[in-house]
């Protein structure tokens, strides 16, 4: 997926470039203007596959917390049920 849209996005440069380019006779500007462009591109694409991945490893931890949150209150219903035991069991003073 990263390299079709690194493609689609250096493609869109080359275009953008040539429509902006002073005159299709001048090679150096249109390669700057696309150079220039695929840069912006390139960095644009890894800021949002930061944000992605970033957004991936946070629903993990909301998973994994989540998943914890539930196990925890079950050891807590079970030492809740061994305390009234063990509070049963005393003798009375």
Do not use: H, I, N
């Amino acid at each position: 997926m990263k390299a079709s849209l690194l493609l689609a996005l250096v493609c869109t440069a080359v275009l953008a470039a040539g429509a902006r380019a002073d005159s299709p006779r001048e090679p150096e500007t249109l390669v700057r203007k696309v150079q220039e462009y695929a840069q912006k591109a390139t960095a644009m694409a890894k800021s949002a596959f930061g944000m992605v991945q970033e957004s991936e490893a946070a629903q993990q931890a909301r998973r994994w917390l989540s998943d914890k949150a539930d196990l925890a209150k079950q050891r807590l219903v079970w030492l809740k049920e061994k305390l009234a035991e063990l509070w049963k069991q005393m003798p009375a003073a």
